[in-house]
């Protein structure tokens, strides 16, 4: 078992930026794929960045160039910088993992989820 526990969110201005953390309970994180999606209100949770236990990062197709994932072993916590950010951009925004490695960019796939930090942006 793995709690996840996402902070950073919040609001900002279109055009500004976000860096949104999530702390891990386990100190076995280097066994784990990582990754950061979002839901929007009526939309279904999307694939935003992943990072696999690798350490080999992947992103969103529409994504890419904006969002950066990262990663602090010491620290067991993964980082999501967010510029450029857009009102297409709010929502809740979600951490998750699996064991092993995996490119977590499909939410099926996902084993553990934490409970979530909305990002509002305003135009």
């Known amino acids: 078992q793995i709690q996840l526990v996402e902070s950073g969110g919040g609001s900002v201005r279109a055009g500004g930026s976000l860096t949104l953390s999530c702390a891990a309970s386990?100190?076995?994180?280097?066994?784990?794929?990582w990754a950061w999606f979002r839901q929007a209100p009526g939309k279904e949770r999307e694939g935003v960045a992943a990072i696999d236990s690798d350490g080999d990062p992947a992103y969103a197709d529409s994504l890419k160039g904006r969002f950066t994932i990262s990663q602090d072993n010491a620290k067991n916590t993964l980082y999501l910088q967010m510029n450029s950010l857009k009102p297409e951009d709010t929502g809740m925004y979600y951490c998750?993992?699996?064991?092993?490695?995996?490119?977590?960019?499909?939410?099926?796939?996902?084993?553990?989820w934490g409970q979530g930090t909305q990002v509002t942006v305003s135009s």
């Open positions: 386990r100190s076995s994180y280097r066994a784990y794929s």
């Open positions: 998750a993992a699996r064991p092993g490695r995996w490119t977590l960019l499909r939410a099926e796939i996902v084993v553990y």
